[in-house]
């Protein structure tokens, strides 16, 4: 901080006398210090055409000084810490002089130091070097050390118990709410068990089954009776299309419902009489694929003639039939031309 000397303070006449004329403010600083005069004088000879330049600047400095001549230095210094300017303790006076001009050219009121700022170290550096210190273990066959406290310490292909009804939330396992029907700690599914549950079903099935035939009835037919019979049935001709798709999916359903069925009594059929032929002494043995199959297949026909008589087992016969015969067709070569 600049001090500033007063010479009527002084009590000693002669010590008033002899002290060096310093400059009472801060606007008195030489404008030119003694060691930079050489460069200077180097400056304005090889600068000579800019002069014009530097007029002007003088002019810009010349503003600003008459704007803070009636200020005092303390009131100067206090500016220029709200600016955020501050003087550095450790530089020189030279190297201040440097300084302010480099930085304000020609004005001598504003004093600008910057400060090395701290490099702060990057990111990436703190994640390599912990992932150095998570690699270094003291043998080869020890597991690797990581804090529990990382994100991806729970993510590494633990074991999770999914499969029997439990959800993973990082460290932590509970209890979700599974339909016990559905859980695989309930047993495997038995079909027989599940269509005697549902049994009703079939029914709803077969109820709507038949309102689309009626729907689909009613919209081919023409004239004010087929208006009356779908204003009845809440339903008009655009709706055909999809009725008639609908129909044909329930139909194939359940036909593959009934077929399964079938299947499935001919297999218990086959192992009852297994079963039965053990009992009563006979060799209990497993049959072979093949055999397996033609046992079902005839318990099949059985099932059906049960079912729809003679006349179902002829048509699933014709039905088989066919299926064969387009397939042997394929198989046949070409004719010859």
Do not use: C, W
Not at 15 to 27: G, I, K, Q, R
Not at 211 to 216: G, P, V
Not at 269 to 283: H, M, P
Request: glycine share 6%.
């Amino acid at each position: 901080m600049a001090l500033r000397y007063d010479p009527a303070s002084s009590d000693d006449e002669s010590s008033v006398e002899d002290a060096p004329n310093y400059p009472s403010t801060f606007d008195e600083l030489p404008s030119e210090a003694s060691d930079d005069s050489d460069e200077e004088d180097e400056d304005d000879s090889s600068s000579s055409p800019s002069e014009g330049s530097e007029g002007e600047s003088s002019d810009e400095g010349e503003s600003s000084d008459s704007e803070t001549a009636n200020m005092s230095l303390s009131e100067r210094l206090a500016l220029q810490q709200e600016k955020g300017r501050v003087i550095s303790k450790d530089s020189t006076s030279s190297n201040r002089k440097r300084k302010i001009k480099s930085m304000l050219g020609s004005s001598k009121n504003e004093i600008t130091l910057t400060s090395p700022t701290p490099v702060k170290p990057s990111k990436s550096s703190s994640k390599s070097d912990d992932a150095s210190k998570a690699k270094k273990k003291k043998s080869k066959h020890a597991p690797t050390e990581v804090s529990s406290s990382r994100k991806a310490f729970f993510d590494r292909g633990a074991p999770t118990m999914n499969n029997s009804g439990t959800k993973s939330f990082g460290a932590n396992m509970f209890k979700g709410s599974v339909d016990p029907r559905f859980n695989s700690m309930s047993g495997s599914m038995n079909a027989d068990n599940f269509e005697k549950g549902y049994k009703f079903l079939e029914q709803v099935e077969e109820d709507e089954i038949k309102t689309l035939k009626e729907k689909i009835k009613a919209g081919q037919i023409k004239g004010k009776k087929g208006q009356k019979s779908r204003k009845r049935l809440n339903t008009s001709v655009d709706d055909l299309p999809a009725q008639q798709e609908e129909l044909k999916r329930l139909l194939s359903q359940r036909g593959e419902r009934h077929r399964s069925q079938i299947e499935r009594t001919a297999k218990s059929t086959v192992k009852k009489k297994l079963r039965k032929n053990a009992e009563n002494g006979g060799s209990a043995y497993f049959l072979k694929r093949s055999e397996m199959k033609k046992e079902i297949v005839e318990a099949k026909f059985e099932e059906l003639r049960k079912r729809g008589g003679d006349k179902a087992v002829k048509k699933a016969i014709e039905r088989r039939r066919k299926k064969n015969s387009n397939k042997d067709h394929l198989k046949m070569p070409s004719v010859r031309k």
